[in-house]
């Protein structure tokens, strides 16, 4: 039996036995162990902060939740559609 197949049973009995933050626990371990992570550091790992993604909010491979401009930039003025595009001649 492998490290992961022994913490996933681990996982599905804390669940079983409705201890969930023991599960949340072990999920983060074999996500990190599946991640290339060393079994020691994992098990040494402080995942209480780690946050999923919400999927969808800034696109995919980022953690940025919304965009912000760098600093000092003013976003362009608006052409205006009277005067913008039309020649003179007719």
């Keep these: 039996m492998t490290e992961l197949d022994r913490l996933q049973e681990q996982m599905e009995a804390a669940a079983s036995a409705?201890?969930?933050?023991?599960?949340?626990?072990?999920?983060?371990?074999?996500s990190l162990l599946r991640g290339g992570a060393e079994a020691d550091d994992a098990a040494a790992a402080d995942t209480a902060g780690l946050v999923r993604q919400q999927p969808g909010a800034m696109g995919l491979g980022s953690s940025q939740q919304r965009m912000t401009p760098p600093a000092g930039w003013t976003p362009p003025r608006k052409p205006n559609p009277m005067t913008r595009g039309r020649s003179r001649k007719r």
């Design 18 to 30: 409705l201890d969930f933050e023991e599960a949340r626990r072990l999920r983060d371990r074999i």
